[in-house]
């Protein structure tokens, strides 16, 4: 059984940080890419960060680009988001997920086949 299991979130200020963690079982970790989404009331799921199966390459939405940082400790199972510097606009729940093998485009939430439960993240101005 694949599960995903994010931690992490809370409530914080504007431009504070905060370390989301997500466990991983099930599946062989190292294998696979891996993404971070999040989804704010009332919008659609939107990609934030993602990596690959070695931690060697990374890639960020524009939004979050110099403030968050994706890693991976494959001896854990576990994917990381730093999130720095951060803005109400921020505030979301955030998923991690598996990528599916051989899927194209990493930023639509199509290429990825399991989902945790998500984390709130809350940030006040």
């Known amino acids: 059984q694949v599960q995903l299991v994010e931690s992490g979130g809370g409530l914080v200020q504007a431009g504070a940080s905060l370390r989301l963690s997500c466990a991983a079982s099930?599946?062989?970790?190292?294998?696979?890419?891996m993404g971070w989404f999040r989804q704010a009331p009332g919008k659609e799921r939107e990609f934030v960060a993602a990596i690959n199966w070695s931690g060697v390459r990374t890639y960020y939405a524009d939004s979050v680009k110099g403030r968050f940082t994706i890693s991976r400790d494959n001896a854990k199972n576990t994917v990381y988001l730093q999130m720095d510097s951060l803005k109400p606009e921020d505030t979301a729940v955030y998923y991690c997920?598996?990528?599916?093998?051989?899927?194209?485009?990493?930023?639509?939430?199509?290429?990825?086949?399991?989902w945790g439960q998500g984390t709130q993240v809350t940030v006040s101005s």
């Open positions: 997920a598996f990528r599916k093998s051989g899927y194209s485009d990493r930023t639509t939430t199509l290429g990825y086949d399991y």
């Open positions: 099930g599946r062989t970790f190292s294998s696979y890419d």
